[in-house]
Nanobody
């Protein structure tokens, strides 16, 4: 059973930074595509960034140049460094894993089998 536990959310002012962490069950980072999704109140869950098994990364256009996804294989942990945060980045952030490869439809949440409980990020203007 794959377990994903997020941490690092919080409240910051616009322009600030946060780093999210996702501690995963052992070997998860080697077996699956992993990534971060977010969901704002009243909106659908959307893909933020993914880290594929081959080390490649993909970002949503809305976060390119501001967010960085990374992985620590030894710690089986996925990270999301978020800089220059905007109020529209506010939402619940979820760590996810599931398909063997992220692929061109990485942004589709129905492709992912495992989800963390989420961590709240709130950005005030």
């Amino acid at each position: 059973q794959v377990q994903l536990v997020e941490s690092g959310g919080g409240s910051v002012q616009a322009g600030g930074s946060l780093r999210l962490s996702c501690a995963a069950s052992r070997y998860t980072v080697f077996v699956f595509c992993m990534g971060w999704f977010r969901q704002a109140r009243g909106k659908e869950r959307e893909g933020v960034a993914v880290f594929d098994r081959d080390g490649s990364t993909t970002y949503a256009d809305s976060v390119k140049g501001r967010f960085t996804i990374s992985r620590d294989n030894a710690k089986s942990t996925l990270y999301l460094q978020m800089n220059s945060l905007k109020p529209e980045d506010t939402g619940m952030y979820y760590c996810t894993a599931g398909p063997w490869w992220c692929g061109s439809t990485w942004y589709d949440p129905s492709r992912y089998n495992y989800w963390g409980q989420g961590t709240q990020v709130t950005v005030s203007s």
